[in-house]
T-cell receptor, first 113, second 114 residues
């Protein structure tokens, strides 16, 4: 079964700086997907970025990029040029084959002006 | 606009009562899911359904029941057998089960049982 570990319960970053949120995963499958979601205080879950296990290039979506290191089984989210609106919970998740998404416990990011 | 509607946003019930949380989607997605979120626990899977009239238990299905009579609807019943029902419940859908399809979430229902 998939297991996702997010070791940072909380992170602080200065506005306009970059921040990296850590995520490691544990799977014996060769083919899998990695996802990051943002959850603002309002509660909705917003899909940010996806990386497939066979993708050779790191995924990027605007200010979000996924630092995928397959051998280390890590899929860190990098947010560049942080904004106050980036303050939220961030969840790493993964699935493989026909299995539903498994989520980590999340990291609370606080952006400081 | 296509999306997932969960209602109500807040729900209050007395202990011992069953309660049903609504989830409707107009995205024409095949797969639907229910997750539970507690503080510091992340999201945990309760039930999921890949097609109409079929569903599977997730990691924490005890005390919950679901039905999938229509593609658009996947209601969750929290029964009196659920020991700690107070939580934030999120419904989601995807175009197909697994296969790297991102989940689209509703806005959630916050259930409080006293």
């Amino acid at each position: 079964a998939q297991k996702i570990t997010q070791t940072q319960p909380g992170m602080f970053v200065q506005e306009k700086e970059a921040v990296t949120l850590d995520c490691t995963y544990d799977t014996s499958d060769q083919s899998y997907g990695l996802f990051w979601y943002k959850q603002p205080s309002s509660g909705e879950m917003i899909f940010l970025i996806y990386q497939g296990s066979y993708d050779e290039q790191n995924a990027t979506e605007g200010r979000y990029s996924l630092n995928f290191q397959k051998a280390r089984k890590s899929a860190n989210l990098v947010i560049s040029a942080s904004q106050l609106g980036d303050s939220a919970m961030y969840f790493c998740a993964s699935n493989s084959g026909n299995t539903p998404l498994v989520f980590g416990k999340g990291t609370r990011l606080s952006v400081i002006a | 606009d296509g999306g997932i509607t969960q209602s109500p946003k807040y729900l209050f019930r007395k202990e011992g009562q069953n309660v049903t949380l609504s989830c409707e989607q107009n995205l024409n997605h095949d797969a639907m899911y229910w997750y539970r979120q507690d503080p510091g626990q992340g999201l945990r899977l309760i039930y999921y359904s890949q097609i109409v009239n079929d569903f599977q238990k997730g990691d924490i299905a005890e005390g919950y029941s679901v039905s999938r009579e229509k593609k658009e609807s996947f209601p969750l019943t929290v029964t009196s057998a659920q020991k700690n029902p107070t939580a934030f419940y999120l419904c989601a859908s995807s175009a197909k089960q697994g296969a790297y399809s991102p989940l689209h979430f509703g806005n959630g229902t916050r259930l409080t049982v006293t």
